[in-house]
């Protein structure tokens, strides 16, 4: 099959979110000789990035992008366990990520994780219901360049400010980067707390993070 027969098909497979698929294009393509970079890259990459902006544009809604994002990681633990270690992708950055104190809320976190990892960032999720000193001891034993958050109601919002003292009082503030992110974050939230930006949407994160960091 030729290259971008390949490249067409892992796309389709995110799109399709088809994890099964995924996982045998995967397998098939290093079968055939493919490059597993090139598959990640140019082949399922570009699925995951549609499905992003389906999701920004509302033509698709949440379970359909968690569960293509679930593709997206079965394929390419398969690919990246075939890369040769000069091969391995270049860490875009190391970031810090979790859902605050007292919310147990992850759906939408996970997926920005995963779209996050495919990009090239080296992701350390510290899950849901995060105490703040928490994030603060990863981001220092990680030297992580962004710290991100989450939350998804108003009662919880609070522990993202509580999140941007501690970073201060840690020292650590000016060496680090801050989002924040989840249903009740706002633009005007992040810059009354003091966070570099709002990640409104995944393709909006990764936009900003890529603008931020470079």
Partial sequence: MEKSDWLKKAAQSILDADDDAAREIAQKSLEDGMDPLDMINEGFTEGIREMGDLFDREKIFLPALLIAS???????????????????????????????????????????????????????????????????????????????????????????????????????????????????????????IGADFFGETPQDTINKLGAILN
């Fill in 70 to 192: 679930e593709a997206m990681t079965a394929a390419v633990e398969i690919l990246e366990a075939a890369l040769p270690e000069n091969k391995q992708q270049e860490k875009l950055g190391i970031i810090v990520i979790g859902t605050v104190e007292g919310d147990i809320h992850d759906i939408g976190k996970s997926i920005i994780v995963t779209m996050l990892r495919v990009q090239g960032y080296e992701v350390h999720d510290l899950g849901r219901d995060v105490p703040i000193a928490e994030f603060v001891k990863k981001a220092r034993e990680l030297k992580a360049d962004v710290v991100g958050s989450s939350a998804m109601m108003t009662t919880t919002q609070i522990g993202q400010q509580k999140l941007e003292e501690a970073l201060q009082e840690a020292g650590l503030r000016g060496e680090i980067k801050t989002m924040v992110g989840g249903a009740v974050a706002t633009e005007h939230w992040a810059r009354k």
